[in-house]
C-alpha cells in the first residue's frame, strides 16, 4: 500500500481550524471536502502517514469522494500535491490566506502541477483519471427558509413528495439539500432522481449519502435518462456478482465496494478464481464479509507474489510442510526433542487479523 506524507510549514496547534478557513473556504465547500481537509490537519498534528483506501474507509467515503476533495483544496489553494508514478505521494498544506485564491499561492501551488501535468492533458491518481475538466460541483447547504423558496418550484415540490413516499418519512433538510444538489448542481432530471431514489431504496439504501455517491458515479458516466441508468446498472461486470456471490451478498456492490473490486482486478491483476479465494478464506476467518478484510489477504499474497489460485495452493502446501535440516546425519544427536506441530493456517489467519486490526488503529 502507497502511504501518503503529510506536512506544512506553518504550526496547526493541535487540530484547530484557522478562523481565515471558516470565515472563507468553508462555508461554500461541500462536506465532505470539509471532512477530509479536517483529517488532514489531524494527521499533520500527528505527523502520521496515511492512505487514500485508509482514508476512505475511516471518513466513510469512496476513495474518489476522498480524489476530488484534495483536488478541490488544490484548486481553492491550500495544499499542494505531488505525484510519484501517477500516484499521490507527498502533500503539503498551505497557509490559509483570508484572501481566496490570492495570486501568491495560486503561483505557488501551480509550480507542482506544471511540473506534473504538462506533460500530459491528464494523471492518473489511484485508479481515478483527473482531467483539466471543470470538477465535480461541491454541494451548496441552504437554510430551511431557503429551502422552503426552492420547494415553491412545482417540479422540485413533486420531487419531494415522491422521495418521502419511497422512503415513508418526511424528509430533513439535509435530504432536501442532497436532492437540491442533484437537481441544481449535478443537472439531473426530476425523472432520473425519482429512479435514483427508488433504485437505491428497491436495494435497502436509503442512505442519502449513498444515494449522493451514485448519483455523482452517474453525473461522471454522463448519465441524463432513466432508461441510461437501468442499462448502467445491468451492465456491471459479472465478475463484481461473482465476488458478491462469494461473499454471500445478493444486491448491486456500493460504490466502496466497487472500488476495492476494480483495484483487485485492473490495478492488481488478481484472477478471478484468487480473489474469490480470499473472500472465502474471509468468511472462514471472521465469519462475515468483509472487503478490508480480504484486501488484506490479497496484499499478503501479493507480497509474495501469488497471483493465481494455483500459487496460493502451492504457497500454502508449503506453509504446512515440515521443516527439514541440512545436517541429517546429526539430526539424531543434536536434535534429540519432541518436535511440535504448527497449524501454519492458523497461524496465517492470526497474522492476518493483526494486520488488519494494525491498518484499522493507524487510521
Known amino acids: ?93 498551505l497557509p490559509v490566506s483570508g484572501n481566496p485564491h490570492s495570486p501568491a499561492q495560486t503561483t505557488k501551488q501551480e509550480e507542482p502541477a506544471q511540473a506534473t501535468s504538462s506533460a500530459a492533458s491528464k494523471t492518473t491518481v489511484k485508479d481515478q483519471t483527473i482531467t483539466g475538466a471543470e470538477p465535480i460541483p461541491a454541494m451548496k447547504t441552504l437554510s430551511p427558509a431557503e429551502l422552503q423558496r426552492k420547494s415553491e418550484d412545482e417540479r422540485f415540490s413533486y420531487l419531494l413528495y415522491v422521495c418521502e413516499m419511497f422512503l415513508g418519512k418526511p424528509l430533513t433538510c439535509t435530504d432536501m439539500n442532497t436532492l437540491l444538489y442533484m437537481y441544481e448542481d449535478l443537472r439531473m432530471s426530476c425523472e432520473l432522481i425519482e429512479y435514483l431514489v427508488e433504485h437505491c431504496v428497491s436495494n435497502g439504501k436509503k442512505s442519502f449519502r449513498y444515494m449522493q455517491s451514485v448519483a455523482i458515479n452517474w453525473y461522471e458516466a454522463n448519465i441524463k435518462t432513466p432508461e441510461e441508468a437501468k442499462a448502467y446498472s445491468k451492465n456491471f461486470r459479472k465478475e463484481y456478482y461473482s465476488i458478491m456471490r462469494a461473499f454471500g451478498l445478493n444486491q448491486n456492490p456500493a460504490p466502496v465496494q466497487e472500488e476495492y473490486m476494480k483495484r483487485w482486478l485492473e490495478t492488481d491483476g488478481f484472477d478471478l478464481a484468487l480473489i474469490i479465494e480470499a473472500c472465502n478464506r474471509t468468511i472462514n476467518a471472521i465469519n462475515k464479509p468483509s472487503f478490508p478484510y480480504a484486501d488484506t489477504i490479497l496484499k499478503h499474497w501479493k507480497d509474495n507474489h501469488i497471483v493465481t489460485l494455483e500459487d496460493a495452493k502451492n504457497f500454502h502446501i508449503r506453509q504446512k510442510a515440515p521443516k527439514t535440516f541440512a545436517n541429517n546425519n546429526n539430526q539424531s544427536n543434536m536434535h534429540n526433542f519432541t518436535q511440535r506441530d504448527y497449524d501454519f493456517d492458523a497461524l496465517e489467519q492470526q497474522l492476518l487479523q493483526k494486520q488488519f486490526a494494525d491498518e484499522l488503529m493507524e487510521n
Do not use: H, Q
Open 1 to 93: 500500500m502507497n502511504y501518503i506524507k503529510v506536512t506544512t510549514t506553518y504550526p496547526t496547534g493541535g487540530t484547530l481550524l484557522p478562523n481565515a478557513f471558516v470565515d472563507n473556504y468553508m462555508i461554500r465547500a461541500n462536506g465532505e471536502y470539509i471532512k477530509v481537509y479536517i483529517y488532514l490537519l489531524r494527521m499533520v498534528s500527528d505527523g502520521a502517514n496515511f492512505s487514500i483506501p485508509c482514508l476512505a474507509d475511516v471518513l466513510e467515503l469512496t476513495e474518489r469522494d476522498v480524489t476530488r476533495a484534495l483536488k478541490y483544496w488544490e484548486k481553492e489553494s491550500l495544499l499542494r500535491m505531488e505525484l510519484k508514478d501517477g500516484v499521490i505521494s507527498f502533500i503539503e498544506l
